[in-house]
């Protein structure tokens, strides 16, 4: 009958049941919340599913599963508190934080302002959410610039922050989901015959009481879905708020270095009509690998694996054109003709082509990877990594042949961002050869000197990024000096506590490791290009220090780092070899602690965007809110 559908789950009998505070009553409770909702973002209608409490009563006949009505208005709040309780512990420990905002927009045209918060804690990187609260429509300018100051005093780091990342874009996903490798886009046309999803089982759930829109009065209602451009009205207001919330800070924005290169290679990508035919034969026969059985057991006979592209990631269909080249090209092709697909077989010209394309953005696609790390410094790959793919496409330039173009746009557009940081860097960039546009939104952001200095305090780089780059002598001479002056500076001013302090002389008598000359044959590529191989060839050659002037203990700390032979980038993290260190470690935990890229804060949309699937399209704002928070600190927590 369908009235038994709607009869209440019957549950134990009366007696045999926990009681609430039962130990077995919480710890399962807590379970429920903690392992299912949270961290495996199950929705909140579970618990009330007839099938689950049958399921829960066959595990524990005694205990009581709690209703979702419960879970919202009382244990999911309650888990909320006591989590902002300890991230503001936290906060307390951490002597200094650099902070990554973004603002993100769901399938109901909601916006939400996230903010992540990242400390060098103990020798650890820590990286946590401190805020994620929705925006009012046309109000979204003036609630950012409140919530951020409303958060920064609610967690005591106003005088703490040190940095601020902020993506390229008022809105992210708008800017970049469409940064696709010509060639690659009928890779992502869904045929009818594949596999679409199993987001089904849940189609009527609501994971909120209902929509929280009353909770606000009415002037503070949404306005964002009213038209298209209110949409570009609000992402203006959000920019502008940024600008102001800038001015007169002592915390700078830095932009986000993973994105500036999307817009590099997106650059790039629009010169390859000379090859795009390679790359569509390329494209198709990656699908092939994961839509045909046939062509996938032939792969695996020959021990090879063909990565799934992302449209979102360029990164990773440049990795999909980067394996198939390393599949011997006849035996592919051998493959291809019998599986009856000849017309994709590679010939010379196709794989040449496709040579010089991977060779050109190959260490464009490792600088992305590697500054989006979270457990080990990434604000220090940035110039370095710059350094090398400038010197790198200069090379390119001289030798390409089908890739002219690409290789022209690339360098122009590096330039056009990258030149304030390059031109920090001792590099005449009017004299290479290519005409560019200075993009002032980024060029003067990446002369920020902490660009310069980060690469010496992480011990993978110290000043061996300089001496071993194909800077002239006097260049790295020059350039050297210019990053210890800045570090002698900084470390000054960290032990002062003051900005009124007189500089002295900060040139430092040291032992300078001696500066090598690079040979010719360091521009001929053998092997697969590694971003920082030159470093690699240099880690045994360094001199042990003369006696240094004991009158500037910050001198001698300098020198005798450089000359260190611990080579690992937490040298001055750790507390077992930064004891050595006091104020060159005090820098480091400062400093450090800067994210390259705003990956952490759109993690947290992309769990957001996971707990607000289309399914569950009517969760609250304060339910999403809540969940997301627990989730994004679950480690923490």
Known sequence: KITTHFQKPKHSPIGQSYGSNHSRQVELSAAIVNDLIISLGLPLSIVDRSAFINFMSKVDPKFTVTSRRTLTRKTIPILYEQMKNRLKMLCTTATFLSLTLDVWTDRRMRSFFAVSAHAIVDGNFRSFVVCFTPLWGSHSSSLLLEKYEEIVSAFGIKDKVIRLVTDNAANNISAFQDIIIPGFEQYFIQDENEYTSDENDDIQANDGDISDEYEYPPEQLSTTTSSPNTDLTSEDLIQESLKRLMENNEAFRIPCFAHTIQLVVKDGLKQCQSIIYALEKVSAIAKLAHTSTKFAERLDAMKVSIPRAVITRWNSQFLTVERILTIPSIELNETLVQLKYKHLCLNARDLSMLQEFVSLLSLLAQATTATQRQKTPSISFVAPSILAI????????????????????????????????????????????????????????????????????????????????????????????????????????????????????????????????????????????????????????????????????????????????????????????????????????????????????????????????SHRARMSRKTLKQLTLLKCNDGIV
């Open 390 to 613: 400038y010197f790198d496409l200069l090379n390119e330039k001289k030798h390409v042949q089908h890739t002219t173009t690409i290789c022209d746009a690339l360098l122009c557009s590096l330039i056009s961002r990258f030149g304030g940081l390059l031109e920090q860097m001792e590099i005449d960039v009017t004299g290479v050869g290519v005409n560019f546009q200075i993009n002032k939104k980024f060029y003067d952001l990446y002369k920020d000197p902490v660009f310069l200095f980060t690469p010496f305090l992480d011990g993978m780089f110290k000043v061996r990024w300089i001496t071993e780059s194909l800077l002239d002598d006097s260049s790295k001479e020059r350039l050297c000096e210019k990053v210890k002056k800045l570090v002698f500076d900084h470390c000054l001013l960290i032990d002062h506590g003051t900005l009124d302090v007189q500089l002295v002389d900060p040139t430092v008598t040291e032992s300078r490791q001696e500066v090598q000359g690079t040979s010719s044959s360091s521009l001929t590529m053998v092997k697969r290009k590694c971003l920082f191989g030159n470093i690699e060839h240099d880690l045994t050659q360094i001199k042990k220090p003369k006696t240094v002037d004991s009158f500037n203990y910050i001198k001698e700390e300098i020198c005798r780092y450089i000359n260190d032979d611990d080579n690992s980038n937490m040298v001055l993290i750790n507390s077992t070899t930064s004891h050595s260190y006091k104020t060159l470690a005090k820098l480091a935990v400062k400093y450090l602690c800067i994210p390259a890229t705003s990956a952490a804060v759109e993690r947290v949309f992309s769990q957001s965007g996971f707990l607000f699937r």
